[in-house]
Antibody, heavy 117, light 107 residues
Framework: QVQLQESGPGLVKPSQTLSLTCTVSGGSISSGGYYWSWIRQHPGKGLEWIGYIYYSGSTYYNPSLKSRVTISVDTSKNQFSLKLSSVTAADTAVYYC?????????WGQGTLVTVSS | DIQVTQSPSFLSASVGDRVTITCRASQDISTYLAWYQQNPGKVPKLLIYDASTLQSGVPSRFSGSGSGTEFTLTISSLQPEDFATYYCQQLDSYSFTFGPGTKVDFK
């Protein structure tokens, strides 16, 4: 059974960089065939796709966030990470990591990140 | 970028009702569409992928149809646990856009 678990600070100051890591268990990121993704959900709002990384390292980002987002992968640790720079209060959200092929079949539990001084 | 819309945004229904939610894509996405159910404070759950394939373990009262730019999610007989918010997602282009959601509430 594949499991994903987000980790990282729950509080980030404005203008700083939000950093989250997703640890995958029960399956290997290196096995290929999946897009390892980040999604966020603002409080009381809908789902927003942030971007994904393939095991090879190729990435694609939501154009609205592209200038601030970096997603990277560490296959040796079976982890992938999200960095979002220059955050503001508008980046306060629950952040999910997820596995995608035909659809998102596995999600992390989500982690609330609050941007506040 | 492909835009995704859903209608209605809100839907009031009763247990036993047949419910239909529509999702539209701004360009042809073939059948690269998924549907999710989300309850408050919970992780979204995959219901349907490839427009009409039922995810393992999902009750057969859920069904999906459509191709190209117009898709539907149907719940044949609404059950108490189905009162939730439903999202569609396109997976055709590089940007896997979600629809804005449809909240199904008690009438």
């Amino acid at each position: 059974q594949v499991q994903l678990q987000e980790s990282g600070p729950g509080l980030v100051k404005p203008s700083q960089t939000l950093s989250l890591t997703c640890t995958v268990s029960g399956g290997s990121i290196s096995s290929g065939g999946y897009y390892w993704s980040w999604i966020r959900q603002h409080p009381g709002k809908g789902l927003e796709w942030i971007g994904y990384i393939y095991y090879s390292g190729s990435t694609y980002y939501n154009p609205s966030l592209k200038s601030r987002v970096t997603i990277s992968v560490d296959t040796s640790k079976n982890q992938f990470s999200l960095k979002l720079s220059s955050v503001t209060a508008a980046d306060t959200a629950v952040y999910y990591c997820a596995r995608v092929r035909a659809a998102i079949d596995y999600w992390g539990q989500g982690t609330l990140v609050t941007v506040s001084s | 970028d492909i835009q995704v819309t859903q209608s209605p945004s809100f839907l009031s229904a009763s247990v036993g009702d047949r419910v239909t939610i529509t999702c539209r894509a701004s360009q042809d996405i073939s059948t690269y569409l998924a549907w999710y159910q989300q309850n408050p404070g919970k992780v979204p759950k995959l219901l349907i992928y490839d427009a009409s394939t039922l995810q393992s373990g999902v009750p057969s009262r859920f069904s999906g149809s459509g191709s190209g730019t117009e898709f539907t999610l149907t719940i044949s007989s609404l059950q108490p646990e189905d009162f939730a918010t439903y999202y569609c997602q396109q997976l055709d282009s590089y940007s896997f856009t979600f629809g804005p959601g449809t909240k199904v509430d008690f009438k």
